[in-house]
C-alpha cells in the first residue's frame, strides 16, 4: 500500500521491518529496492539489488506491477540521475540498476545502456546472463 502510495521511505521502512523477521524474503527484498528508486536511495537500491540478484535468482526475469513499482516519472528521475553516474566510480551498480529499471519498464534501450556499464572482468558473467534474459528473450508484448 506505502508503495502504491508513493510513500517511498514509510515503504522502505516497512520492507526493512519484513526482512529483519523473514530474513532474505524475496518479495520483501524486491519491494524494498524499488522503495529505495522511489525515494532517491539509488546507492542503497544498486546494493539491495545486487543482493537481491545473489540471494534470489529466481527474481532476476521477473517483472512487477505497476502499483509495485515508483511512478513513470520517478523511473523517469531515476534514468536521469544513472545515466549522470554510470561514468563514476561505482557506475557497474548503477548500470545494473538502470538496466533493471528498464526491464521493468519494458525499455530495451535503457537495458542495453545499462548493461553497458557493467564490465566484462568480474561482473562479465552476470552481464552475459541479464543480456541473455533481458536482452535476447522473445518479446510477447506482455505488459509488466
Same mark, same amino acid.
Request: charged share 25%; glycine share 10%.
Given at each position: =500500500?506505502? /508503495?502504491?502510495?508513493? #510513500?517511498?521511505?514509510? +515503504?522502505?521502512?516497512?520492507?526493512? %521491518?519484513?526482512? !529483519?523477521?523473514?530474513? *532474505?524474503?524475496?518479495?520483501?527484498?524486491?519491494?524494498?529496492?524499488?522503495?529505495?528508486?522511489?525515494?532517491?536511495?539509488?546507492?542503497?537500491?544498486?546494493?539491495?539489488?545486487?543482493?537481491?540478484?545473489?540471494?534470489?535468482?529466481?527474481?532476476?526475469?521477473?517483472?512487477?506491477?505497476? =502499483?509495485? /513499482?515508483?511512478?513513470? #516519472?520517478?523511473?523517469? +528521475?531515476?534514468?536521469?540521475?544513472? %545515466?549522470?553516474? !554510470?561514468?563514476?566510480? *561505482?557506475?557497474?551498480?548503477?548500470?545494473?540498476?538502470?538496466?533493471?529499471?528498464?526491464?521493468?519498464?519494458?525499455?530495451?534501450?535503457?537495458?542495453?545502456?545499462?548493461?553497458?556499464?557493467?564490465?566484462?572482468?568480474?561482473?562479465?558473467?552476470?552481464?552475459?546472463?541479464?543480456?541473455?534474459?533481458? /536482452?535476447?528473450?522473445?518479446?510477447?508484448?506482455?505488459?509488466?
Amino acid at each position: =500500500r506505502e /508503495l502504491a502510495a508513493g #510513500e517511498f521511505f514509510n +515503504a522502505e521502512s516497512t520492507f526493512n %521491518r519484513v526482512l !529483519l523477521l523473514a530474513l *532474505d524474503h524475496p518479495l520483501a527484498s524486491a519491494g524494498r529496492v524499488h522503495a529505495q528508486l522511489g525515494a532517491g536511495l539509488y546507492r542503497a537500491a544498486a546494493i539491495n539489488l545486487r543482493k537481491m540478484i545473489a540471494t534470489h535468482p529466481e527474481l532476476i526475469d521477473a517483472r512487477f506491477g505497476s =502499483r509495485l /513499482l515508483p511512478p513513470l #516519472e520517478r523511473v523517469d +528521475a531515476a534514468t536521469a540521475v544513472l %545515466r549522470q553516474r !554510470l561514468s563514476g566510480p *561505482d557506475g557497474a551498480d548503477y548500470g545494473l540498476l538502470l538496466a533493471y529499471l528498464g526491464h521493468q519498464v519494458g525499455n530495451r534501450e535503457l537495458v542495453h545502456e545499462g548493461l553497458e556499464a557493467l564490465p566484462d572482468g568480474e561482473d562479465g558473467t552476470l552481464r552475459a546472463l541479464l543480456e541473455r534474459l533481458w /536482452l535476447n528473450a522473445p518479446t510477447t508484448g506482455d505488459k509488466p
